[in-house]
């Protein structure tokens, strides 16, 4: 297993268009975290799976934002109608309950134009 | 609420050296769990130690240590003998509830000097 892979590694777009990300946890691992970080500050939580359940979302995940955990495998986190505001980075984490450590992947670095 | 602060936004240290990195947090559950991360410029984050609640002694992994102090909630990185690619941004977290999620601290840029 190779950790946790995030794709894209980069995305740039426009002001108002949709993007989705995708995270790929290591693979037995059930519970999925996504958090956003933007220039010089700590991550913040967004949300997080067990399986494929969504069982808690930050205030912060507006009705823009989405994710998906089918069949509990890989996620993904999509945003619809970019805002400046948006530009950040995306982390995802993965471990395995109850008493796994969490890794994470490298990032997806979002900015919005 | 949980809370984490990390007091130091940025950190100078010699070469060899040790530094400590202070954090403390806020939190009204008996079970919890302290974690430090490292980000470098690529920004991913790396795991460098873990320290329960319950743990009576004080984690170390390596050149990392934890210093502990369950009464006055704080939970200090030690870096011994410091290296050039210690340099990076450093959070301290805390696993939250039974969801486990993360709360993190604001961070610790730390520059080690030759």
Redesign the interface.
Known sequence: DTGVSQDPRHKITKRGQNVTFRCDPISEHN?L?W?RQTL??????LT?FQNEAQ??KSRLLSDRFSAERPKGSFSTLEIQRTEQGDSA?Y?C?S?Q??SG???????T?LTVV | AQKITQTQPGMFVQEKEAVTLDCTYDTSDQSYGLFWYKQPSSGEMIFLIYQGSYDEQNATEGRYSLNFQKARKSANLVISASQLGDSAMYFCAMREGWGGKLIFGQGTELSVKP
């Open positions: 519970r975290y958090y010089g500050q700590g991550p913040e939580f997080y069982l808690e980075m982390l984490a471990r309950d109850p450590g969490y890794t994470f992947g490298s990032g670095r």
